[in-house]
């Protein structure tokens, strides 16, 4: 009896483990999932109008287009933010000079 104690109390310890290492794994996604403070993010959904979206992995976009200029020089795409709805799980990106951010962000933190 008094082994089948142990190996109970083992089995909680082990239990208790995971579930501590799955805490730390929700709180650095939900740190990702947050957005930085001055991080642009749509107003709002296009299809639907809600006005929650979250962060979801990037794309690239030609950088004439995001700016609507036709010059030379600008041929080339650059990364974008996408971003989701929380509501109808339509897909979002920024427009114009703010879709430039998270490239901006990104080249600066290659030159530290
Ligand atoms: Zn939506």
Known sequence: MRAGGTERRDRV????????EQRRTIRR????????P?????????RCGCEKLY??????????RILN???????????VQKFVCVNC???????G?????HWIVRIAGERK
């Open 97 to 101: 000079p703010p879709a430039l951010y």
């Open 55 to 64: 962060k979801n992995g990037m794309t690239s976009i030609h950088l004439k």
């Open 29 to 36: 996604l939900e740190a990702a999932l947050k957005k930085q």
């Open 38 to 46: 001055g991080e642009p993010v749509p107003a709002r959904c296009a």
């Open 13 to 20: 310890n082990d239990l208790r483990a995971i579930i501590a």
């Open 69 to 79: 200029i036709d010059r030379n020089g600008f041929e080339y795409r650059i990364p």
């Open 89 to 95: 799980g339509a897909g979002a990106h920024l427009k």
